[in-house]
């Protein structure tokens, strides 16, 4: 039989300058997906996905409709190539794209839908007031006291429960610093602040939430032609309702990455492919469960390597 395939599609900080070019250059439906991205925005976000420059990529209303066009432009080769999922999942930002490849989402509309959500981020939090870090090998039943002590009236709270030795922590920028120094003091491994222009999934991405719920409501959503675990109760789900229900929940919720990794493979999924830029979901994956197969598909180089693993 064959084993059970899921792509998995990477959220923000997986973006560099040169994502995707090679991808437009070998491959005619890659080089498709572009042209519609730049087409359905009007600019070249094509350019500035294969050459930069580097501080206007980061920008968050820039970085969330580039990181899609690059996962769906992997999608469409995997597609051409015969290599289609029995699940799909995303990070974040990635749950787009992951519905764009579940057929829920047209991708001209995802586009449109994550430069707003990356503007609406921004601008929920004003630059200097919010801030996120990341803490590594905290022991798991330490988490809820050191938030409970830093917060001091200000909002920290898990922002990605990433794996059994990462989790992010996201909220106004005093309570955050003072969860780092904390979570070191209970036995973190290293506890880091992230370099995010806003602190995302706490509550303090209501404001975001409440402005992206309307462009929700006016965008198409299709039932999804195979399942999707999503981030906000990290369980399966097949509805269009449910797709458009989940991406608005997602805003101020954690991502539950490590249990959504666990419910597809008690579905029995075998192969993971990290569908677009990078590798950050490849390693948590390892960091998840070592016995896992994870593969990636990001470049055009990647392909041979792919078939071998399959």
């Not at 039989?1 to 300058?17: E, N, R, T, V, W």
């Not at 206007?56 to 409709?65: A, F, G, I, M, S």
């Not at 829920?104 to 929920?124: H, I, K, T």
């Not at 402005?211 to 999804?224: G, N, P, Q, S």
């Amino acid at each position: 039989m064959k084993p059970k395939i899921a792509f998995l599609f990477p959220g923000q900080g997986s973006q560099f300058a040169g994502m995707g070019k090679s991808l437009a250059g070998a491959f005619a439906c890659a080089r498709a997906v572009f042209e519609e991205a730049d087409e359905a925005l009007g600019f070249a976000l094509s350019r500035l996905c294969f050459e930069g420059p580097e501080e206007e990529l980061k920008l968050t209303e820039n970085t969330q409709p580039a990181l899609v066009a690059v996962s769906a432009a992997a999608a469409a080769v995997l597609r051409q190539e015969g290599v289609q999922p029995d699940y799909v999942a995303g990070h974040s930002l990635g749950e787009y794209s992951a519905l764009v490849a579940a057929g829920s989402l047209a991708f001209a509309d995802a586009v449109r839908l994550v430069r707003r959500r990356g503007r609406y981020m921004q601008e929920a939090v004003p630059p200097g007031v919010g801030a996120m870090a990341a803490l590594l090998r905290l022991p798991e039943d330490k988490l809820a006291g050191v938030l409970a002590e830093a917060a001091q009236g200000e909002v920290v709270s898990a922002a990605n429960l990433n794996s059994p030795d990462q989790l992010v922590i996201a909220g106004h920028a005093g309570a955050v610093a003072r969860a780092v120094e904390l979570a070191k003091a209970a036995g973190a491994r290293r506890a880091v602040p992230l370099p995010v222009s806003a602190p995302f999934h706490c509550s303090l991405m209501r404001p975001a939430q409440e402005r992206l719920a309307a462009d929700l409501e006016a965008t198409a959503f299709a039932d999804l032609a195979c399942p999707l675990v999503n981030n906000w109760q990290a369980r399966e789900i097949r509805t269009g309702a449910e797709a458009r229900q989940g991406l608005y929940e997602q805003v101020p919720n954690p991502v539950r990455w490590a249990e959504s990794m666990r419910c597809l493979a008690a579905q029995g999924v075998e192969r993971f492919i990290e569908v677009g830029p990078g590798g950050v979901l490849t390693g948590l994956l390892r960091n998840i469960d070592g016995g896992w197969k994870g593969l990636k598909f990001g470049e055009a180089g990647d392909l041979e390597k792919l078939r071998e693993g399959l």
